[in-house]
């Protein structure tokens, strides 16, 4: 007896009917990054199917719906979860829904029911961003401007996605007009290496500033493409650079990427953003050198070649001073010294030698990206350099040698800044931080941390042991700090500093406390963890009774204007610093209470 088996679209329709009735679906958030003003703008809510549902891509979750003629039903259950989720996490900011045109232009005549559903979330209209994604053929263009100005009416944003893909979406910009277009990351990726890119990413910003729209650049992983996205003029990035999505991301951005997105903000000194790309970006390798266009013949480059021997390559510019590509050295030599080249190629354009795919860097390109994409290039081509550009225009050329020694100078200024034990930020970024903190008048939480009984730990384990017990207070630090982005400094030796700026800095606190009691086991041996202590001698050698470690910290709260400098917090620490230490028996800390203002410097 045959039975027919199942056709495969009766078991996707099967398994999309059991995720819509449990709402099966796992909603993650990929923050959405102001870079101008170092903090976090919205939320970008995407959704999963289980790992284990054949549906898991939300590729193929979207389409299987589509075509089962259930994709509007599909997407307003998981507006409704977006929602409730992002309520429930209390994320800041603003929410971003993707939605197609199918479930848009079905809002058309649904402008009550919408608003009082959204309404029952007690969230503004304008913290949501209505997403359109094109991944679905558009067939009434008229129903879906209607729809737009429906939710626009209501207090709702609007965005354009994956601007760039196609024709489409620029079309869909200047009918829609929306509030935020998201550059495709074809556009973003590399960026600080491509110059059509880079004025591809021009282009849109002009129309952007014409039609009053945000631009947002998606897809970002590299700093080295930020750092020339911000120089382009883009304020808001996404990307794994910040975060990967998340069922529950960060509410601010982490201390590293907080430092990277603050030089200088806020701050009139010399030693501003300007002295900092300076110090850090292509412009400070560009060497002027002679140049030719495509008018100049092959035989007229190789006598260049052949009369300087220190002429490596040679840039070729359009009219308007924008590379077309690079004459090297040894293949144009290699080329001249062919059998009949000259007769054939020497009185045509030099363009025939010229390698069409030249290394081209922005000024504003950062050396850590410049260093990998030097890395990646064949090396006979090493020597040859590459060409930097300003605005798409050239500027100079630079030379391998020049960049690898700015990098390594640099990496030495780094590892100068840093503890070399822990590798954490040392006093002078510590100081750097705190200053910043103050000059953006900002509430925050400071925690000075040392290990008690530290050094009877280190003569009776031995030195090595005690730099086990040091790394592992660094981790254990940065490992909670890095919840709420806080920052985290090593003064030396067994001393260490905490800045937090998040609400729930105590929880932090105790959170530090709890796991280094319960954790510092791995480094004690039993029977010392079963008397609480070991025997040993004091500094006169007599017997003594020393108690195992424990993490102590005096902890301020810095209100704006409170203190002017770092120096000032630093000589405020030390009361509640020393009260830790004596009143804590266990791991603890003590909160300084007392108002306390320090004299200002002419005092």
């Not at 806020?266 to 501003?272: C, D, E, M, R």
């Not at 920052?487 to 932090?508: C, K, Y």
């Not at 007599?542 to 424990?550: D, G, M, N, S, Y």
Request: hydrophobic fraction near 45%.
């Amino acid at each position: 007896m045959n039975s027919a088996l199942p056709s495969v679209t009766t078991l996707l329709a099967a398994e999309l009917d059991r995720l819509i009735a449990s709402q099966s679906f796992d909603i993650h958030f990929q923050p959405i990054v102001d870079v101008q003003r170092a903090q976090i703008l919205g939320y970008e809510a995407l959704t999963r199917a289980p790992a284990n549902s054949a549906l898991h891509s939300p590729l193929v979750l979207f389409e299987v719906a589509a075509s089962l003629g259930r994709l509007i039903e599909l997407e307003r259950l998981i507006v409704r979860r977006i929602m409730r989720r992002f309520v429930e996490l209390h994320l800041p900011g603003q929410i971003f829904l993707n939605v197609t045109a199918d479930t848009l232009m079905a809002a058309e005549h649904r402008g009550a029911l919408i608003s009082e559903e959204f309404r029952s979330y007690e969230l503004e209209a304008s913290r949501v961003v209505v997403e359109l994604t094109e991944t679905r053929p558009i067939l009434d263009l008229v129903a879906l401007g209607n729809s737009v100005e429906t939710l626009r009416s209501l207090g709702f944003r609007i965005a354009l996605d994956d601007l760039g893909e196609g024709f489409s979406s620029l079309k869909r910009w200047v009918d829609l007009r929306p509030d935020f277009v998201k550059i495709d990351r074809h556009f973003v990726d590399g960026v600080a290496t491509d110059p059509l890119k880079q004025q591809f990413v021009r282009s849109i910003l002009e129309m952007a500033a014409t039609s009053s729209a945000a631009v947002i650049a998606e897809g970002l992983e590299q700093e080295g493409d930020l750092q020339v996205l911000r120089s382009l003029g883009i304020d808001l990035c996404q990307g794994y650079l910040f975060a990967r999505p998340s069922l529950a991301p960060r509410t601010s951005l982490r201390a590293d990427l907080d430092a990277l997105l603050t030089v200088a903000v806020g701050s009139n000194a010399p030693q501003g953003r300007e002295a900092e790309a300076a110090l850090t970006s292509a412009a400070q390798l560009a060497r002027k050198g002679p140049t030719v266009d495509r008018s100049v013949n092959c035989a007229t480059v190789i006598d260049m070649f052949r009369r300087d021997e220190h002429l490596y390559s040679l840039p070729v510019l359009d009219t308007d001073e924008r590379p077309l590509g690079i004459l090297r050295s040894m293949s144009v030599l290699k080329r001249g010294a062919e059998r009949f080249f000259m007769e054939i190629f020497g009185r045509k354009s030099c363009v025939e030698l010229m390698d069409v795919n030249p290394l081209v860097f922005d000024a504003s390109a950062n050396l850590r990206c410049m260093s990998e994409a030097v890395a990646n290039i064949d090396d006979r081509y090493m020597v040859d350099g590459f060409v930097i550009t300003e605005h798409g225009r050239y500027l100079g050329v630079g030379r391998t040698s020049d960049l690898l020694k700015v990098v390594s100078d640099r990496q030495l200024r780094i590892a100068t800044n840093a503890n070399p034990l822990t590798l954490l930020p040392g006093n002078a970024a510590i100081d750097r931080k705190l200053d910043r903190l103050l000059n953006r008048a900002e509430d925050f939480v400071m925690a000075y941390w040392d290990i008690n009984h530290f050094k009877p730990f280190n003569d009776t384990y031995g030195y090595r042991a005690g730099d086990d017990l040091i790394k592992f207070v660094a981790e254990l630090l940065t490992d909670v700090a890095a919840i709420d982005g806080n920052f985290v400094g090593h003064i030396g030796g067994d001393d260490f500093v905490m800045l937090l700026t998040q609400p729930a800095w105590q929880d932090r606190l105790q959170e530090v406390c709890r796991r280094f009691d319960t954790e510092i086991a791995q480094l004690l041996r039993p029977e010392h963890l079963q008397d609480r202590g070991y025997a040993g001698k004091d500094r006169q050698g007599h017997p003594v009774f020393h108690l195992l470690p424990t993490l102590s910290a005096g902890v301020l709260r810095i209100e704006p204007g409170q203190f002017a400098s770092a120096r000032q917090v630093s000589l405020a620490m030390t009361d509640p610093r020393q009260q830790a230490k004596l009143l804590c028996k266990a791991s603890g800390y003590f909160v300084e209470r007392r108002k306390s203002t320090a004299l200002a410097p002419s005092q």
